[in-house]
């Protein structure tokens, strides 16, 4: 080594070694506040409990002084112009949560992305994972304004509800506050610091920012939760709204984990989705079959996170409503079989929707590799088999109709689609639909596989066994228990199917791993898709953006007319739980309104890297 | 070889030039747009297909106790046990707690208060009753709780029920009456204020226009082969005119308990007494008197029948 050569490596090493030395300092710092705000939430009675071991008189003295909840009266609410309260924060609020799920999600599945690049040394993924964070960075901005609007809108329009609230849970709020300025400085140091920290152990320290960001943004969530189940299933306050436990007990109701969950799986999910349709955007407008190919991986990989993390949510979606429904049967009965068990027939052509949209993705994905010839001939087949399956889903049970349509129909149900109403026939249904996407998904795998092991031709017969077994047991057990047995066995029966499904993708997933050893791989040409099938990229975040406006509503909605359910009550002008229709109409300002906002996001960042050639002539500006 | 070779790479490089948007078309922004807004306009189609139903919220009115007689008392319970009360939500046909609109309450309450299994400090059917509002984890009727928490039936004088004392009598006073049996709730003789949903406080129901709405609406299709309906749960009523008397057909509606038909369950609803208005009735009894499977003679009846209730 020439000795200039190991001055310079020397100085570098040295600056490197400073640097090391001031960020950590700066990441412990920031990790200590994370820990101390941690122990804070998980040891609240400490804090802010009356009945903690530290508490002093002053404090106690302060939970005696609450008061009950207030009764509303027309003097607590308040209107801008002749515009309807309730309507205006129901936009800015679901805007505000729209972009919030999508700046929360995005952070989570970029550290996992970023790790992989780490892991596989592909430096492909930490460029993709840079990229997602850009378009996640100018969302967040937004998200604050949003979040900020709505803050201001409920303190103007509903002053003495939003004093109940802060009555209950003081200080906490101001946790909330700190959290966010948290998150702002992790976000910025994570999202900027991206190249200064990105070979060697350097980027472990960059990988450790990014689950500091996630911890603290997952907190973020997990706080503002509480007010939203604090409001549908208050605890730590009695009867009156008078607050009787420590904070602890305010937030850990009985819907809080529940929640939680639900709200972090379908974050993921909806993040995916946005991303998504961010690279079918960017391919869309690709200029290079480079670029195209790029954006083609990205979409891929964004539909693969989306629909990853869209599978399990309908578990974390009946635990809260197993919890509801044991919190209160008669909550869980005005969602699921009272006045807004209608919108469940709007959630099954969304989730319809979804699942038509990431098929269609599959199958012209397919395209991209030669491979796929051997098995286009079973898509109509599945095609099919989804649209019967998608019909009889949304095929409503109740009619309501007029004495002529009674009579025209024959009956209060009609003869031929009445019994496709029922839950057996809908259980069919879904669970044809996901067996027929995880087909579909087998498919587009294999598509770029020539398998070598010796035995490939039993795995075939067996995997084919599989589906014809598990499909014609979900029809059996659909329709024999469903149809000519009583309810207990109506309802057992559907835990069979779900089971025959789960069979068909375990076995699947176990018999591809054993069957892909060895096996020749054909090259996939990124980019070959059809710009019909980029289009499902945008149809997944459309429904599932309408889709999380509607279920938003309903758990909102299930409080009827109470503010704080049971404890204080909704006496708005606003205090009916309204048509279907007009909340479509709000459902659908709301999203339209994030959709344009989105593109809007997708427009800025591309903004970011367009450069203008510089002129050949700079004309002087002085003449 | 070669030349195949060079065609089918020329023919490659076309079709990677096919995939990448020509310029001077349509802005890629203003095509994602539109597709963005026609799929939300379509998902805003169907929920304005649905049903367009309104939740409202109880709303105060008061009520004249001194106004009050027993079979509006009654009637009042009636409308609680249907409106504010919740109490359908739960007790109806569909399994979640016992039907009480179908069960006899009376003969029900004589059963549990004998019943081993029961607990409670009631002693006769008003004081059940209002046990099982107040207390309803004190007897669970057998196959209806669940473990650790006997009953999922909210306490009904608590929020977000919140009944008061003489609109708990009311319901008890309907529970009583409803069967036939003689109320032992006393009129309350205070003025309270009460709450009601604006669903009840509506304008007084009109009678249906003719027999075949009054069978509409009451769902009698749902179960019997009647007008256009092929259903075979309950007995074919299109003959019913040959084989029954009007007394008869009267009573089966009334008291469907009265004569279960050979070779059917008796699962017909005890409620069209309190529900269907007598002018109804009489149409409906004509109606079904007159179809004995001509249906000529029933169109006509039909007719006949909806110019007289005009």
Same mark, same amino acid.
């Given at each position: 080594m020439s000795p200039l050569k190991s001055l310079t490596t020397a100085r570098l090493s040295t600056g490197s070694n400073q640097s090391a030395l001031i960020l950590p300092r700066a990441m412990q710092t920031l990790f200590v506040l994370f820990l101390m705000l941690s122990a804070l939430m998980l040891v609240p009675d400490l804090a802010w409990s009356s009945e903690g071991a530290i508490a002093t008189e002053a404090v106690v003295e302060d939970v005696v002084e609450h008061e009950p909840a207030p009764v509303m009266g027309p003097r607590d609410y308040r209107q801008i112009g002749s515009m309807s309260s309730r309507s205006f924060v129901w936009v800015i609020a679901q805007l505000h949560l729209f972009l919030a799920a999508f700046v929360l999600a995005v952070p989570l599945f970029v550290t996992v992305i970023e790790w992989i690049g780490v892991k596989t040394g592909d430096q492909r993924y930490d460029d993709m994972a840079h990229e997602f964070m850009k378009v996640s960075m100018t969302a967040y901005s937004l998200t604050a304004l949003f979040g900020g609007t709505l803050a201001f809108s409920l303190f103007l329009l509903y002053p003495t509800f939003m004093g109940y609230m802060m009555e209950v849970f003081g200080n906490q709020?101001?946790?909330?506050?700190?959290?966010?300025?948290?998150?702002?400085?992790?976000?910025?140091?994570?999202?900027?610091?991206?190249?200064?920290?990105?070979?060697?152990?350097?980027?472990?320290?960059?990988?450790?920012?990014?689950? @500091?960001?996630?911890?603290?943004g997952t907190t973020l969530l997990f706080v503002a939760n509480a007010w939203a189940t604090f409001m549908m299933a208050p605890s730590g306050v009695d009867d009156a709204g008078v607050v009787t436990g420590g904070i602890w007990d305010i937030m850990r109701g009985p819907l809080w984990n529940p929640l939680n969950l639900h709200r972090f799986v379908a974050n993921i999910a909806f993040g995916g989705a946005i991303v998504g349709a961010y690279a079918g955007y960017k391919m869309l407008s690709a200029h290079t079959m480079a670029e195209r190919a790029h954006y083609d991986w990205m979409g891929y990989t964004s539909n693969f996170i989306a629909v990853l993390a869209f599978l399990p949510l309908p578990f974390a979606g009946y635990w809260l409503m197993a919890e509801i429904y044991a919190y209160s049967q008669q909550m869980g009965i005005t969602a699921m079989g009272g006045i807004l068990a209608w919108l469940f027939i709007v959630q099954a052509v969304l989730i319809g929707t979804i699942l038509l949209a990431a098929n269609y993705y599959l199958w012209n994905g397919m395209s991209r590799?030669?491979?796929?010839?051997?098995?286009?001939? @079973?898509?109509?087949?599945?095609?099919g088999t989804l649209v019967v399956s998608f019909l009889i889903w949304v095929t409503p049970h109740t009619l309501i109709l007029?004495?002529?349509?009674?009579?025209?129909?024959?009956?209060?149900?009609?003869? @031929?689609?009445?019994?496709?109403g029922i839950m057996p026939a809908k259980n069919i249904a879904v669970n044809l639909m996901l067996i027929g996407t995880f087909l579909s998904f087998q498919l587009y795998r294999r598509s770029d596989k020539v398998i070598t092991v010796p035995w490939a031709g039993f795995g075939n017969a067996l995997m084919v066994a599989i589906y014809l077994i598990a499909i014609a047991n979900v029809i059996f057990l659909g329709v024999y228990y469903g149809y000519f047995t009583n309810t207990v066995y109506k309802v057992g029966s559907s835990v069979a199917q779900v089971m025959s499904t789960l069979i068909v993708i375990i076995s699947g997933v176990v018999i591809?791993?054993?069957?892909?050893?060895?096996?020749?791989?054909?090259?996939?040409k990124w980019g070959q898709i059809s710009n019909r099938g980029v289009y499902a990229l945008f149809a997944l975040p459309i429904a599932f953006t309408w889709l999380m406006a509607l279920m938003g509503y309903v758990r909102s909605s299930v409080r009827t007319h109470w503010h704080v359910y049971t404890v204080m009550k909704d006496n708005s002008v606003d205090n009916f739980i309204p048509n279907i229709g007009h909340a479509g109409n709000m459902m659908t300002v709301a999203t339209i309104s994030f959709l344009a906002i989105v593109l809007f996001i997708f427009w800025v960042a591309s903004l970011g890297d367009t450069k203008q050639p510089k002129p050949e002539k700079i004309a002087n500006p002085a003449q | 070889m070669t030349n195949t070779a060079t065609t089918n790479k020329q023919a490659h490089t076309l079709q990677d030039a096919d995939f990448l948007t020509p310029p001077g078309k349509i802005p890629v922004i203003a095509k994602v747009l539109s597709f963005m807004v026609l799929m939300v306009l379509i998902f805003t189609g169907i929920a304005n297909l649905l049903p367009q139903v309104e939740g409202q919220a109880p709303?105060?009115?008061k009520v004249d106790l001194g106004a009050l007689t027993m079979g509006s008392y009654i009637a009042m319970g009636e409308t609680l046990f249907?409106?504010?009360?919740?109490?359908?939500?739960?007790?109806?046909?569909?399994?979640?707690?016992?039907?009480?609109?179908?069960?006899?309450? #009376?003969?029900?309450?004589?059963?549990?208060?004998?019943? #081993?299994?029961?607990k409670?400090?009631?002693?006769?059917? #008003?004081?059940?009753?209002l046990e099982s509002m107040l207390a309803p984890s004190k007897y669970v009727v057998p196959g209806y709780g669940k473990e650790g928490d006997p009953s999922p039936m909210p306490t009904i004088d608590k929020a977000p029920i919140g009944l008061t004392a003489v609109e708990m009598g009311a319901i008890i006073a309907f529970l009583q009456a409803k069967d036939g049996g003689e109320p032992t709730v006393e009129l309350p003789t205070d003025t309270p204020e009460i709450e009601e949903t604006a669903s009840t406080t509506a304008e007084p129901a009109k009678p249906a226009a003719n027999a075949e709405e009054v069978l509409t609406k009451n769902a009698c299709t749902a179960c019997h082969a009647v007008l256009d309906s092929p259903s075979t749960i309950g007995p074919d009523l299109k003959t019913i005119g040959a084989r029954s008397s009007r007394e008869e057909i009267r009573e089966s509606i009334i008291n469907p308990a009265a004569v279960i038909a050979e070779g059917f369950p008796p699962i017909m609803p005890a409620t069209f007494a309190d529900t269907m208005m007598v002018k109804?009735? #009489?149409?409906?009894?004509?109606?079904?008197?007159?179809?004995k499977g001509d249906s000529a003679k029933e169109n006509s009846l039909s007719t006949e029948t909806e110019k007289k209730g005009e």
């Open positions: 709020v101001m946790v909330y506050a700190l959290l966010f300025f948290l998150e702002s400085g992790v976000l910025y140091i994570y999202y900027y610091s991206w190249y200064a920290l990105r070979y060697g152990n350097k980027k472990y320290i960059h990988l450790t920012l990014g689950v @500091l960001l996630n911890g603290v590799c030669a491979g796929s010839s051997r098995y286009t001939w @079973l898509i109509k087949y599945i095609a007029s004495a002529k349509e009674i009579a025209a129909l024959g009956g209060s149900h009609h003869p @031929l689609l009445g019994p496709f591809d791993t054993m069957m892909f050893k060895g096996a020749k791989t054909l090259p996939v | 709303r105060d009115i249907k409106g504010k009360g919740t109490c359908t939500l739960c007790h109806n046909n569909l399994g979640r707690a016992p039907d009480i609109l179908v069960l006899n309450m #009376e003969d029900t309450a004589a059963q549990r208060l004998s019943a #081993e299994a029961y409670g400090e009631a002693k006769d059917s #008003e004081s059940y009753f109804e009735l #009489e149409m409906v009894v004509d109606y079904l008197l007159a179809s």
